[in-house]
């Protein structure tokens, strides 16, 4: 009884740690594929968008770093713009309930008409399964995956970690830069960086 | 235009009675704490270097980052205002704690009350005078479990007087147990070497004293992950010393030249260290 009982607790560690290292996203690598509801109640795969590109957008309504870029209208005009051009664009909340950022379905689209954005869809992740399986650590963080279903970018939104709307001018905005070259047919040259912002409120 | 004068007056009444006290004002406000400026000595001498702190006090549970704020958040940036002929050098950070917000975001920073050093240097032609105003615009991210910004505006004012400075009694032990914060240089009879392979990078030590157990602190993002368990092992008495094994960061493909950083050991004590770390594959 004893032996099956300290071989239950070494499987559990396993499976535990499996999402915290050795299967999290990497450049170059396959994007782990999930399964996610959205707020306007749809099951969504990530496998079902395989052929075009993905961007994943970790969010928390409430973070400073969030804010300077949904206030300053930042992410919406990255969201239009790589939208038009066929882009898939997921806003993840991976906030745990009671949590900064967390969200109902209803206050999530409430957000996103107040704010006028404009992803593809917003998938409410509040046991943080989805932040996790992509080691994400901040919000925002993103990640760009490609019609193969191969991540090609993982990190900062730009290049100014700061929560200040006034240093989005003049930034480089890693997405936009990433996805520009990868549609030309060039590597992506600048294709891992540290993502910056608030910390994702997983749940205790 | 032609203004009344009492108008004036009430204008002047109102710049001496209020300006004073918003630029000048040593201590200001951030949210869930207060940041001060002060200085080690009470002039300023030509020639000479002080020492300013940054004091920042923070309500229970929040924390500020340290320079490396590791997984999220960012370090408290300064804009120095200074009069002609003073400059500022880097911030000294003392030994930051680890903060553990999720089991994959770890962060380094600081709880409670902490004071930046910063040296002041005053240029030796600088000219003596009642006053001059040194200031600091602080920006701030401050987080318990959420974060928010802030903005202080801080200033000093002291004398330019030719001589030795004379040390601000009532802030001495302050200084003295900011300095006791700092990182130490490596003890002269430690020898440490430091080896990688694709996936992590060992901190090898031979000691004066045996160690039951260090974490390490690392000064650049990147170098490591920082949420990773690092694995500490002591070797015997007979020859004391530790074996260090530390994650690389998945972001960071290349070969890492050096490991700098802090370590700080269970004693209470903290080294700065420095160590070229040998190519892969070679011990």
């Not at chain 2, 004693?267 to 040998?278: I, T």
Request: with cysteine.
């Amino acid at each position: 009884m004893k032996r099956i009982t300290a071989w239950l607790i070494l499987a559990l560690l396993v499976a535990l740690a499996v999402p915290f290292g050795l299967r999290a996203a990497r450049v170059g690598e396959p994007a782990p594929d999930f399964t996610g509801t959205t707020s306007d109640g749809q099951t969504i795969k990530l496998s079902d968008f395989r052929g075009k590109y993905v961007v994943l957008e970790w969010h928390n309504n409430g973070c400073p770093y969030v804010r300077k870029h949904y206030n300053s209208g930042n992410m919406q005009r990255l969201q239009k713009q790589w939208t038009a051009r066929g882009v898939v664009w997921l806003t993840i909340i991976s906030s745990a309930p009671g949590k900064q950022g967390y969200v109902t379905a209803e206050q999530q689209n409430e957000y996103v008409a107040r704010m006028n954005a404009a992803p593809t869809a917003s998938i409410l992740d509040p046991t943080g399964t989805i932040g996790r399986l992509y080691d994400a650590k901040t919000s925002p963080q993103m990640v760009i995956i490609d019609p193969n279903g191969v991540v090609i970018y993982d990190g900062a939104i730009d290049d100014r970690p700061t929560a200040n709307p006034a240093d989005i001018e003049g930034a480089t905005n890693y997405v936009s830069q990433a996805l520009e070259e990868a549609l030309a047919g060039k590597p992506v040259s600048v294709s891992s960086t540290k993502p910056y912002g608030c910390s994702v409120k997983y749940p205790d | 235009m032609c203004l009344r004068p009492r108008f004036l007056f009430a204008l002047a009444i109102g710049a001496v009675l209020f300006l004073p006290v918003a630029v000048r004002a040593a201590t200001a406000a951030i949210p869930h704490g207060k940041v001060a400026l002060l200085a080690e000595h009470r002039s300023i001498s030509p020639g000479q270097q002080t020492t300013l702190a940054l004091r920042f006090q923070l309500e229970e549970g929040w924390h500020i980052y340290w320079q490396n704020p590791g997984d999220s958040g960012q370090p408290p940036r300064v804009r120095w205002q200074l009069p002609p002929g003073l400059t500022v050098g880097e911030i000294q950070w003392p030994v930051p704690q680890r903060i553990q917000t999720a089991a994959n975001i770890v962060d380094y920073g600081y709880h409670g009350t902490v004071l930046l050093l910063v040296p002041l240097r005053a240029a030796p032609d600088l000219t003596a005078r009642s006053n001059a105003t040194i200031g600091a615009e602080v920006n701030v991210v401050i987080c318990r479990e959420v974060c928010l910004t802030g903005k202080a505006q801080v200033s000093l004012a002291l004398p330019v007087r030719a001589g030795s400075p004379v040390v601000n009694q009532s802030l001495r032990g302050e200084f003295e147990r900011a300095r006791q914060a700092m990182p130490q240089p490596v003890p002269t009879n430690w020898r440490l070497r430091a080896t990688q392979s694709r996936e992590t990078v060992v901190l090898y030590g031979e000691t004066d004293e045996p160690i039951s157990r260090g974490f390490f602190f690392p000064w650049e993002e990147l170098q490591i992950e920082n949420a990773a368990t690092q694995n500490w092992e002591s070797a015997g008495n007979r020859s004391p010393g530790f074996r260090l094994v530390l994650r690389k960061s998945a972001r960071s493909r290349a070969p890492l030249e050096r490991l700098r950083g802090v370590l700080a050991l269970e004693n209470g004590r903290a080294y700065w260290l420095e160590v070229p770390v040998a190519a892969e594959g070679r011990n």
